[in-house]
DNA sequence: ATATCCACCTGGCGGC
DNA sequence: TGCCGCCAGGTGGATA
């Protein structure tokens, strides 16, 4: 379910019910998440949430001495609900807020991760991260240099971190349809227009997801907004042998870094 | 440094 | 129905 999309949705979603709020205490019912839930988090106690936000697909809650740090993986989402709202299957963590509601992850693979930031230290795990896709900092001149020291495929270097953050599998594959570009071309391929026009396609394609699920998505704290999503409007993703909907032509599915990779033949180039 | 592959975990689906 | 293999929105880490 998240990609970058989804991380701010719901980043949206939770901030006006926790930014301000006392969070009271942190109940873990399943610890060992891709990482344990670490000591300083199970020991939060009356810290006031000073913000909320988003880097990468991180989930950022601000307190005074530092930074809670939640990562959705694969099958992770949050909700906001009434603080006697029995836990179901895989409801791993509660942050319990001084409102009467409580912020509950749930997380059916255990692929995301609750972590511990300290005031004035930058994570290892955020450290190394290279820019917003939504930013100026994400620009034809960067993609391009990254481009020119690279010899996988492009799709490849459009999904790592290093590169720009927040670009996942599905978004990769639409993004590089739009722009017309096969997702095999060695990076090093490409020309300063097909970047241009990559980086113009991937803050499209994002900002279009996050407009979609901002209005499915709106009310966090009611049992479930599950998105009609985005689903709708993708181009080639889980589309593999259907006909191309610009062209007609079958959509070819490969598979690139043991990700599901969809194109169309004619279309990209 | 870079590229490749694996691992983590649960559940849903298609095929037999 | 039941069992089995395959696949899934991510990404750190081991390995060559």
Redesign the pocket.
């Known amino acids: 379910?998240?990609?970058?999309p989804?991380v701010e949705v719901s980043c949206l979603g939770i901030r006006p019910h926790l930014q301000g709020q006392l969070l009271q205490r942190v109940v873990v019912r399943q610890r060992?998440l891709?990482w344990p839930v670490p000591d300083e988090v199970m020991a939060l106690k009356d810290e006031p949430i000073q913000a909320v936000s988003r880097r990468?697909?991180?989930l950022l809650i601000e307190l005074a001495d530092g930074c809670v740090l939640l990562?959705?993986?694969?099958?992770g989402h949050v909700k906001v609900l009434p603080r006697d709202t029995p836990a179901g299957?895989?409801d791993h963590v509660d942050f319990v807020l001084g409102s009467g509601q409580l912020l509950r992850l749930n997380d059916?693979?255990?692929?995301g991760a609750v972590l511990w930031q300290g005031a004035g230290e930058a994570h290892?795990?955020l450290s190394?991260l290279g820019p917003e896709p939504l930013t100026e900092a994400f620009n034809t001149e960067l993609l391009w240099q990254q481009c020119q020291?690279?010899?996988?495929?492009i799709k490849?270097?459009l999904?790592d971190?290093?590169v720009v953050?927040?670009?996942?599998?599905?978004y990769a594959n639409e993004a590089l349809f739009k722009a017309g570009i096969l997702p095999s071309r060695p990076a090093k391929s490409l020309s300063v227009d097909d970047c241009e026009r990559l980086v113009q396609e991937v803050k499209h394609t994002l900002a279009q997801a996050i407009a979609q699920g901002g209005t499915t998505l709106r009310d966090f704290s009611q049992s479930d907004g599950k998105p009609g999503?985005?689903?709708q409007e993708l181009l080639v993703?889980?589309r593999g042998g259907l006909p191309c909907m610009r062209c007609g032509a079958q959509l070819e599915e490969i598979?690139l870094?043991?990700?599901?990779t969809v194109f169309c033949q004619s279309c990209q180039r």
């Open positions: 379910m998240p990609e970058l989804e060992q891709r990468a697909k991180y990562h959705l993986g694969m099958s299957k895989h059916t693979r255990r692929f290892v795990l190394q020291k690279r010899s996988s495929a490849l270097v999904m971190n290093k953050v927040g670009v996942g599998n599905i999503y985005f689903k993703y889980g598979r870094g043991q990700r599901s």
